[in-house]
């Protein structure tokens, strides 16, 4: 009976995240505006003004508006336990009419974009459990260009640590301009493939700013940040003093002999917009 | 270096360029993706419905929505050119196209021809969709709709002063990106 209200709750939450960036994201941009000079400073003005733009007129600020990625965590006596896949999936699908979303769905083999944001696999979906009876829901919408930088490094564990800030730093450098940079990084160490490559994803969902808990892994969150913005990449390729807005790590133990290193990079456009769907129907955006 | 143009540009004009110039455009542009660039590229330039020559060359995906009379530019930034580096020689060579304009830099072979037939590649800021939408005054035609769907159909936009698009590589092998080491 509530089906509706929450499917509204979910558009809802795509469209806020795909007009409006979180506060950390924008204070980060106006600090790179702050330090940034010549055609570097026209790049980040001109993504403070669509950034404004959006905002103020409920578009997207990008035109990729991104593959639908959605992190979940279900409370285990949440009466809609059940129902939330289809919800979320439908959700998608009445705002790629309404907001309106780019189709962003194409099938691999024949081309043929499924034309409504959904298709096999999509959206993106990562479920968590706990016990309540709350559902928390994570949209990360997320655009090709920067998908595209994404690496996974099977690294040999000898390399040790300085050998897997080598590997960040010098992705980072050759993925360029193309990510859209000023580039928030995730980074996920350990692990096996999968699991690497996935915490390198949740690494992003940190907000801007906020370092790692573990005193070791903050300072080498700082290291990188300092590292990739030396190497003078610049807004949009076109050299400059800010190429990420931050670095982000995540970990898991590894298997003696591997030592997995996934990179996923976000574009400036760190869109970000969480939800809380009550056990009686209501839910909350922010 | 500003310079605001009128589009076709001669190369004259294309000329007297240099990176880190910043350019806006009034005229025709046309987007085209990996999938247009392939078409494109397969057919005789007599038989295509429309003139590339005689437009800037947009590497864009545009966000579309379906009005009364036609279509509303919702969001139109850049995609990234790098995938266009397959084509992009020979479609300069082929089409006669003088400015590029797409985010993040392409590579050796588009550089040559720049220099080669006097084009310039620019760049619009990437992300910035919603305010390179407000400069698209019209969308007079959009091609190949049907077969490639909204992101790689082929759209001809209408702009007025489109930029500021910095000049990132010139006709004289110049380039604002940092070259892989």
Redesign the interface.
Known sequence: MNKTRIETGIITLIKKAETELPKDVITALKHAYEVEEG?AK??IE??L??VE??KK?G???????GTQTFFVRVGNDSPFITTIKKLIIDGVKQATLEI?????T?DPFT???H?DNTGDGIPSITWDIYEGNEIQITALPK???SE?MSKLGMLKPGVGIEGVKKFVVDEM??A???P?PPTVVGIGIGGGADVSMKLAKTALLRPIGKRHQEQIIADIERELIERINK???G?????GKTTVLDVHIEKAHRHPASLPVGIAVQ???DRRSTMVIHADGTWEVQ | MEYHLTIPVSSETIKKLHIGDIIYITGNIFTARDEAHKTLLEKEKNTLPFNPSEMALYHCGPLMKKIKNGWQVVSAGPTTSGRMELFEDKFIEKFGVNIIIGKGGMGERTMKALQKYSAVYTTYTGGAGALAAELIEETPMVYWLEEFGMPEAVWIFKVKDFGPLIVAMDAYGKSLYRQPE
């Open positions: 055609i026209i790049q001109t993504i003004k669509t733009l959006a007129s578009r997207p600020m990008c035109q990729d508006t309106p979303l780019r189709p962003n194409v081309g043929k974009n034309g655009g090709g260009g595209n450098i050759k360029g301009g193309n859209c190497s003078g990449i807004p949009m390729g076109l050299g574009c400036w456009a």
